[in-house]
């Protein structure tokens, strides 16, 4: 349940153990994030008991939120972490993630960063290019250690979501397709001392729901697989990358839960036999309702056109709307009374790109109320920028005790 309201109050936790979000963040004199580690955990079992009956392990793609609570968290419910930099590595490790629990991805990695994964013995790295296993080998052979990695496989498809989240498709720069397979396998049998093909690896884009395209993508990721088994290597391991959307606008999850258990069957099915462990990595899916960003409003500006009810938190804080044109909800941490009022809810950046939300029904807001901008635990904190050199929103993470961290 995470965010709901009782009594025209906003709560955090479930209808056996909740607080106010308003006793949470009510004294602070800036915008803050709230976490709801609770529900966090709430998707991770249903994550992990979707993938029951096969060998896996869910690889929390942290890039969509690293709060050190929550990977602490996440951790502790026996989840690993996807990385996509050096500083997420050293985040990872930091708050506790063992090294043989971290797999790496992204188009770009550093001499550095390759150095720093490999030092550390993470347990694998998500080859993005035939350069980057190249530079992998040398590294790995400087090192004096054998680097285990899988091949990102582009699978051309479309899954039909927003273009810039969007990487399985030909026009992408993410993975690589056959024709680069050519190239690989002439680096891995020059290089086989210091590189190990552990298996194949794809993600197709984010904020997904058609398990279908997923499937189509899984299945050409196999073929490829198939075919370098068939070759002699012995790949134990195969990666699904992660993906799974919520509906932003609706506060109704029961859907979610649907699509995690029907992914966790489609999944098996497609492996089935094919005596893999089976790799996965969400991250928007575990932590976007978990959490909420709540500014307060500063001025209530009414003019012929628009009513503007400006807040100290916006595309700052929360990029999401003006970079990709997203929905969140907006959840008065009280509901007023009186007639509702439409509002665009803006922030303090000096742009008109700086919206959390357009045309909105809400009771009427005042100056100085308390508004939370809902599933933002995705994409929110991580994404945000000092823009306009405003601070950095706070982030407290909540659980069922009331607990605070
Ligand atoms: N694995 C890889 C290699 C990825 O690139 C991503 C996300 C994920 C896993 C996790 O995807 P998820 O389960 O969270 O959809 N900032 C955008 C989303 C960018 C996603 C980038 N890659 C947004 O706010 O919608």
Redesign the pocket.
């Known amino acids: 349940m995470a965010f709901f309201y009782s009594d025209g109050t906003l709560h955090v936790g479930d209808a056996r153990a909740s607080v106010t979000v308003d006793s949470i963040v009510g004294a602070l004199d800036r915008p803050a994030y709230v976490y709801d580690l609770d529900d966090i955990a709430l998707r991770f079992h249903a994550m992990n008991n979707a993938f029951a009956s096969a060998r896996h392990t869910i690889h929390y ?1 942290m ?2 939120n690293s709060n050190a609570a929550i990977l602490r968290h996440v951790c502790a419910l026996g989840a690993g972490v ?1 990385t ?1 930099s050096g500083g997420e590595i050293a985040r990872a490790l930091a708050a506790g993630v063992p090294a043989d629990r971290i797999i790496f ?2 188009v770009a990695k550093t001499h550095q960063e390759i150095q720093r994964a490999l030092t550390a013995r993470i347990k694998q790295i ?1 080859v993005e290019s035939p350069q980057e296993l190249q530079r992998i080998a040398d590294i790995a052979q400087d090192l004096g250690v054998v680097a285990d990695v899988a091949f ?1 496989l582009n699978p051309n498809v479309n899954p039909k979501t ?1 273009p ?2 969007t ?1 399985g498709f030909r026009d992408n720069k ?1 993975g690589m397709d056959e024709s680069f397979m050519p190239e690989l396998r002439g680096i891995l049998a020059r290089e086989s001392k210091w590189v190990r093909l552990r298996g194949f ?1 794809m ?1 197709i ?4 729901f058609d398990l279908a395209v997923i499937r189509e993508a899984i299945e050409k990721t196999i073929a490829v697989h198939d075919t370098f088994k068939a070759e002699g290597h012995a790949l134990d391991r195969l990666d699904i ?5 919520i509906a932003y606008d609706t506060a109704d999850t029961a859907r979610e839960f649907e699509m995690i258990a029907q992914y966790g069957r489609m999944a098996i099915d497609v492996t089935r036999g094919m005596n893999v462990e089976l790799l996965c ?5 575990f932590v976007a309702r978990a959490g909420v960003l709540v500014g307060r409003v500063q001025y209530i500006k009414a003019t012929a056109q628009k009513t503007f009810a400006i807040l100290d938190t916006g595309m700052h804080h929360l990029v ?1 709307p003006a ?2 044109g ?1 929905k969140h909800r907006i959840l008065p941490l009280r509901q007023g009374t009186g007639d509702s009022m439409v509002y665009d809810i803006v922030g303090p950046i000096c742009e008109s790109s700086d919206f959390l939300a357009k045309d909105v029904l809400l009771s009427p807001l005042k100056q100085g109320d308390l508004v939370a901008i809902a599933d933002a635990g ?2 929110g904190f991580t ?1 945000a920028s000092q823009y306009n050199s405003h601070e950095l929103p706070a982030e407290i993470a909540v659980n069922a005790s009331g607990h605070q961290s």
């Open positions: 793609a890039k969509a996807d996509v991805s992204g998500n990102r927003h810039y989240i990487t993410f690896t993600h884009g984010s904020l997904l990358g992660g993906g799974l959307g990595e969400p991250g928007r899916i999401r970079l990709y997203s995705a994409y994404m």
